[in-house]
């Protein structure tokens, strides 16, 4: 393939994936993280500058694979008991109207968002298959808001280089780098096979980074921090995962 039809390929690819308003978005965020070649603005102009955004983007980290609606797994396989405790079942009871995805660190507008705040922002639904690393999967159509959309309304600050997410089970957080943040298939995800995201499933929020094993796929997210650091959480491994002996970077 050419340069000229691959750099189309991609462009067109990623406008009917993300939509003409996540362009607008992703063409900001390759700007203000440096991912924009040294000829942008003049030449080739904002295009060229989303174009070489998105390949280092995609060089780095291509597009997990989307399935038919035929591929839908019947059975899907929750991992682990929801919350048992009486703060999450309150939430639960009142259909997570008071839920909220607090997001803080190096951004320019600390925010909280509830799921109808996260509802009303552009989504996306994706149909990926969900691998744990015992040797199970399943496959689901998972329904979001891209991290990026998110992380554009709070404006993450030039010097940030990872997001990490905590959930209300205390136990499981995790961090992905800004690359994988960026990455538009990686959705705060409240949706699964045209449904409310099941309690068993994450409900109401998860993280769903298709390109990335199971366990980087936390459930239950409440807060999410922007940093250029990771010592500062919790080892300093920048995930609980490598604290009980699994990688940090568990890309697939
Ligand atoms: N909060 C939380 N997130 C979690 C887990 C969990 O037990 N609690 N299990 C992880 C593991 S090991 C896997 S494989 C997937 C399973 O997702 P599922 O329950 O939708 O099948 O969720 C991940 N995220
Ligand atoms: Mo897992």
Known sequence: MSNLSRRKLITTGL??????????????????YG????????????????????????????MAREFPRSQISKTPFPNGDPPQDEAFKRL?????????????????RPASFSLAELKSYPSRSQITHLACEEGWSFI???????????LDAV????????????SIQRDWWDSVDMADALHPQTLVTYGMNGNELPVGHGGPMRLRIPRQLGYKNVKYI???TVTDSLKGFGKGLGSASPEGGYAWYAGI
């Not at 998972?142 to 998110?150: A, C, E």
């Open 92 to 108: 639960q009871a009142r259909g997570f109207a008071d839920w909220r995805l607090a997001v803080d660190g190096m951004v320019a």
């Open 15 to 32: 406008a009917a994936t993300a939509g003409a308003s996540g362009l607008a978005v992703a063409a900001r965020l390759a700007h203000r």
């Open 155 to 166: 404006g993450v600050l030039p010097q940030a280089r990872y997001v990490v997410y905590f």
């Open 222 to 224: 409440t807060r999410l």
């Open 35 to 62: 991912l924009i070649p040294p000829d942008h603005g003049g030449i080739y102009g904002a295009g060229e500058t989303l174009t070489y955004g998105f390949q280092r983007l995609l060089t780095r980290h291509s």
């Open 140 to 150: 689901a159509e998972w329904t979001g808001v891209p991290l990026f959309h998110v």
